[in-house]
Nanobody, 115 residues
Framework: QVQLVESGGGLVQAGGSLRLSCAAS????????MGWYRQVSGRERELVAS???????NVVGSVEGRFAISRDNAKNSVYLQMNSLKAEDTAVYYC?????????WGQGTQVTVSS
């Protein structure tokens, strides 16, 4: 079992920055990839960025150059640095941990960008 707790969401003006954190606990050795997803009400959850256990990152085109994902293995945490935020980045952001067999999700953190 893996437990994920997100933090760092909030209200920010367009052009501002936020840093989301996801703290993992439990069977951490089994985690292959961690990622950040976001979901707007009425829409499907979409990938924002991911990072493998080896540190390889993937950031989707819509946020490339503005968002960056990183992880601190010593703290069992993964982060999403979000810069130059836009109104369309408003969503609930979820942390995801992927093992060979199971997917785990955090409870989500709201990010609201005012224009």
């Amino acid at each position: 079992q893996v437990q994920l707790v997100e933090s760092g969401g909030g209200l920010v003006q367009a052009g501002g920055s936020l840093r989301l954190s996801c703290a993992a606990s439990g069977s951490l050795f089994s985690i292959a990839t961690m990622g950040w997803y976001r979901q707007v009400s009425g829409r499907e959850r979409e990938l924002v960025a991911s990072i493998t256990s080896g540190g390889r990152t993937n950031v989707v085109g819509s946020v490339e150059g503005r968002f960056a994902i990183s992880r601190d293995n010593a703290k069992n945490s993964v982060y999403l640095q979000m810069n130059s935020l836009k109104a369309e980045d408003t969503a609930v952001y979820y942390c995801k941990a992927q093992t060979a067999l199971t997917t785990y999700w955090g409870q989500g953190t709201q990010v609201t960008v005012s224009s």
